[in-house]
């Protein structure tokens, strides 16, 4: 489904990059507008579960993949947290030429969405540690790694765009390490229904108008709305994620269910 429309899976795909096409430029500044700027707190919170330890000895950095986070958010935030923990090791990493190989990876099916990321690296993160980021276009179901490359897998606002949630856990699955963790942040269901009846308000009338007003573009955001509530609710994708192999799993509720984060590991 395309939203609230039945399309088949081709025409998904084609579709939903042709949505973040439109939008790639102005994805973040309407991720404030529609969140009030809470999805700052949001995707904070994601990056202090990855746990990357303080003081760290080891002289393993461990390698993470960022799926469809194509400007970069989550990443650039990881990049920080894993500077400050393995900062002895950073300093002397050699360059890596291969953008799959790096020690952070971006990939997104959306070209324009990466170049967006790739403009921003630089100017957030700096030159030289811009050099351990890499910006890889794929498709989350079918990944181009091979498997076992990565200790953190996360996905942010990006799996309820993909067309086939199943196979994208079980390739989350294939590209991770043995013991390797899984981090979803995504939007969900409120259990309190006045709650619930008032987000739903605000995001089919206020969230279009905010998308026609700042981004020219009120179909897209339609779109975004209407995917958030055919998402599958905290319980149903905690299931799915149990299904394709994942063990401990376990999600938080943040401001009251808006959104979730999803844990699991292989």
Same mark, same amino acid.
């Given at each position: 489904?395309?939203?609230?429309?039945?399309?088949?899976? &081709?025409?998904?795909?084609?579709?939903?990059?042709?949505?973040?096409?439109?939008?790639?430029?102005?994805?973040?500044?309407?991720?404030?507008?529609? &969140?009030?700027?809470?999805?700052?707190?949001?995707?904070?919170?994601?990056?202090?579960?990855?746990?990357?330890?303080?003081?760290?000895?080891?002289?393993?950095?461990?390698?993470?993949?960022?799926?469809?986070?194509?400007?970069?958010?989550?990443?650039?935030?990881?990049?920080? &947290?894993?500077?400050?923990?393995?900062?002895?090791?950073?300093?002397?990493?050699? @360059?890596?030429?291969? @953008?799959?190989?790096?020690?952070?990876?971006?990939?997104?099916?959306?070209?324009?969405?990466?170049?967006?990321?790739?403009?921003?690296? @630089?100017?957030?993160?700096?030159?030289?540690?811009?050099?351990?980021?890499?910006?890889?276009?794929?498709?989350?179901?079918?990944?181009?790694?091979?498997?076992?490359?990565?200790?953190?897998?996360?996905?942010?606002?990006?799996?309820?765009?993909?067309?086939?949630?199943?196979?994208?856990?079980?390739?989350?699955?294939?590209?991770?390490?043995?013991?390797?963790?899984?981090?979803?942040?995504?939007?969900?269901?409120?259990?309190?229904?006045?709650?619930?009846?008032?987000?739903?308000?605000?995001?089919?009338?206020?969230?279009?108008?905010?998308?026609?007003?700042?981004?020219?573009?009120?179909? &897209?955001?339609?779109?975004?709305?209407?995917?958030?509530?055919?998402?599958?609710?905290?319980?149903?994708?905690?299931?799915?994620?149990?299904?394709?192999?994942?063990?401990?799993?376990?999600?938080?509720?943040?401001?009251?269910?808006?959104?979730?984060?999803?844990?699991?590991?292989?």
């Amino acid at each position: 489904d395309f939203g609230f429309k039945q399309v088949n899976k &081709s025409e998904k795909e084609q579709l939903v990059k042709e949505v973040f096409t439109k939008v790639a430029n102005k994805y973040d500044i309407m991720n404030d507008f529609m &969140s009030l700027g809470i999805h700052r707190f949001w995707k904070d919170e994601l990056i202090s579960m990855i746990s990357y330890p303080s003081n760290n000895l080891t002289s393993y950095i461990p390698r993470h993949l960022d799926v469809a986070g194509g400007t970069g958010d989550i990443a650039f935030r990881s990049l920080a &947290s894993l500077s400050s923990s393995y900062s002895h090791l950073l300093d002397n990493i050699p @360059e890596v030429k291969n @953008e799959l190989d790096r020690q952070i990876v971006i990939c997104d099916i959306n070209k324009d969405m990466l170049e967006v990321g790739r403009q921003r690296a @630089e100017n957030v993160v700096g030159v030289d540690k811009s050099k351990l980021l890499g910006f890889v276009e794929g498709n989350a179901e079918i990944l181009p790694f091979p498997d076992e490359s990565f200790d953190i897998y996360t996905i942010a606002f990006g799996l309820r765009n993909v067309t086939n949630k199943d196979l994208a856990l079980k390739e989350a699955f294939r590209v991770l390490r043995k013991g390797g963790r899984i981090l979803i942040l995504e939007f969900s269901q409120l259990d309190n229904t006045t709650l619930q009846y008032l987000y739903d308000q605000y995001s089919f009338t206020v969230i279009p108008q905010l998308g026609q007003l700042v981004a020219n573009d009120k179909e &897209s955001y339609v779109y975004l709305v209407e995917s958030i509530r055919k998402f599958p609710n905290q319980i149903t994708l905690l299931n799915m994620m149990k299904e394709s192999g994942f063990r401990v799993c376990n999600y938080r509720n943040l401001t009251f269910g808006v959104v979730a984060i999803h844990s699991g590991y292989k």
